[in-house]
């Protein structure tokens, strides 16, 4: 259980936010050109990583938009929040 | 068994205050070399490593622990074994397991407590009982023993639940599998582990895989916080931490991972003689041999590995539980605890050998796979020992999420998810 910063609406409580899962997968831009093997990777493969983590979050009972976020998911401390289609902060790799 | 367990040790040991028995198992450092290598020592892990000496003739192998023995999911879980799923492939999966379940006590010569009290499934709007009535056919037509009950017959069968057509979520009925039930999960990771070391298993604990070495396309052996250890067959049964593990070979897996929480109450006396699972409000509940409800509650919603959880997420299980059974109301909750479960996106297993030679991989359980331990090790050793799937784990490969030949198990077989 955490708090999150949400850009639109300030600090609120988790149970108010869903989550999107890993951020940054880019939707593939011709997808008749897909080969079985990349499709498996656009939609299941994931990093899954434990530390720092770009994710999607969704104020779903809230303002129900999308925003980004930079969560350690070893401790959950989030790091930093962005909007959708900002770029993603360099300091954290 | 060089230190059988029976009636006459018992009465041996107990002439001298219970202080000779021999330990368990072993607590070797790690040799150079091992033929096999197994990642955690979890249920699943163990029993890898017991079925690759018992039926393979492995036997210069090690389980690598980063922590203790069952000390991850193996002994998180609220312990429910059952094989009431829809798919074939399931139904074949985890009846196998049940089958292993029902005389592992005799065959590990160690109780592990497996006490088939039935596995109760609630219904609680017309869809659910359309799904649970399909899949109690499906259940009987693979030879797996269901039956359907009526809002009647559920009362009869667990008189404690609150049945009233008055409720938010009224009981329509329920489906019931009587070879279902409880095990003990410490004892399942206890007598696997004295089993496998028994047959000569190396089972190292303390020791973190810190990472992979690889020779092109195939396996050389493990970096271990206790130095490096060569082998060229690597098991990774590491549940939350399979993700972590697959990045140090440069593989990445269609995994999530999130934690689970459980919690139980104060012990009380013998109140449910049996386990009620209910997925639409998403509370199930058993009594443990001590008295306490075991109470299982949801996964968070975003990956983490705090082995913690969400307050909200109690909250809403014990509202569920608090409507279902109002008895328990003033009921006080003991200890509360997460375990990372691995959740694959059709919501089945990866039992598969990789495109990397010699590295195999179990995992995807998510919530559910302390049921299917036996079964598990049994055909992850099959897969390592012969390089190739048992007919069993065939469809639960890797290369299903290229195929698209998923088996979805979400939500249609009584998965609590």
């Known amino acids: 259980m955490f708090l999150i910063n949400c850009p639109f609406c300030g600090e609120r409580d988790q149970s108010e936010f869903s989550s999107g ?66 770029k993603p902060p360099v300091n954290y790799k | 068994m060089k230190n059988k367990y029976s009636v006459f040790s018992l009465i041996k040991n107990a002439l001298s205050q219970h202080e000779n028995w021999q330990q368990a198992w072993g607590n070797p450092e790690p040799k150079k070399e091992y033929e096999a290598i197994i990642v955690g020592g979890g249920g699943h892990g163990l029993a890898t490593a017991y079925y690759l000496a018992k039926k393979h003739n492995l036997k210069n192998i090690a389980v690598l622990e980063k922590g203790w023995i069952g000390g991850g999911n193996t002994g998180r879980n609220t312990t429910i074994i059952r094989s009431n799923y829809l798919w074939d492939a399931s139904a074949g999966l985890y009846d196998h397991a049940l089958k292993l379940w029902e005389n592992l006590s005799q065959e590990l010569n160690y109780n592990v407590m497996f006490s088939q009290r039935g596995v109760m499934n609630l219904a609680h709007n017309l869809q659910d009982v359309r799904d649970l009535k ?110 972590v593990i697959a990045n140090m070979a440069g593989l990445k897996l269609p995994l999530e ?60 299980t014990l509202k569920a539980i608090l409507e279902l059974y109002p008895i328990f109301s003033r009921m006080k909750m003991l200890r509360q605890w997460g375990g990372i479960v691995d959740i694959c996106p059709d919501a089945s297993p990866i039992i598969s050998k990789t495109n990397i030679k010699g590295l195999y991989f179990n995992c995807g359980w998510g919530t559910g796979g302390f049921k299917a331990t036996p079964g598990s090790g049994d055909l992850f050793a099959h897969t390592i020992a012969n390089d190739e799937p048992h007919k069993l784990n065939a469809a639960f490969n890797l290369n299903r999420f290229v195929s698209g030949d998923l088996v979805d198990e979400h939500g249609a077989a009584a998965v609590a998810h």
Request: aromatic share 8%; proline share 3%.
């Open chain 2, 257 to 316: 991972s999130k934690p689970l929480q459980a919690l139980v109450s104060e012990p009380v006396k013998p109140i449910i003689d049996t386990v009620v699972m209910s997925n639409a409000v998403h509370a199930y509940v058993s009594q443990s041999d001590k008295g306490e409800l075991v109470i299982g509650a949801g996964t968070d919603s975003y990956v983490s590995y705090t082995q913690r959880g969400s307050h909200n997420i109690v909250e809403e």
């Open chain 1, 21 to 86: 899962g890993e951020a940054h997968i880019v939707r593939p831009k011709q997808p008749t050109e897909l080969s079985d093997d990349e499709w498996a990777e656009y939609l299941f493969m994931r990093k899954n990583i434990k530390g720092i983590q770009f994710e999607r979050w969704n104020h779903v009972h809230g303002c129900r938009k999308w925003f980004n976020i930079v969560r350690d998911t070893s401790n959950d401390k989030i790091l930093s929040v962005y909007k959708m289609g900002e």
């Open chain 2, 134 to 243: 399909r899949r109690t056919h499906a259940n009987r037509l693979n030879g797996i023993d269901a039956v359907w009950l009526n809002t009647e017959e559920v009362k009869k069968f667990c008189p404690i639940i609150n049945t009233s057509p008055d409720i938010r979520y009224p009981v329509l009925g329920g489906t019931l599998q009587r070879r279902a039930g409880t095990a003990r999960h410490d004892a399942v990771a206890w007598g696997y582990a004295r089993g496998a070391s028994d047959m000569g298993v190396d089972i190292i604990q303390n020791c973190e895989v810190k990472g992979i070495k690889r020779n092109g396309d195939k396996v050389e052996g493990l970096e271990t916080t206790k130095g490096f250890i060569k082998t060229n067959k690597i098991g990774v049964v590491a549940a939350g931490h399979s993700s």
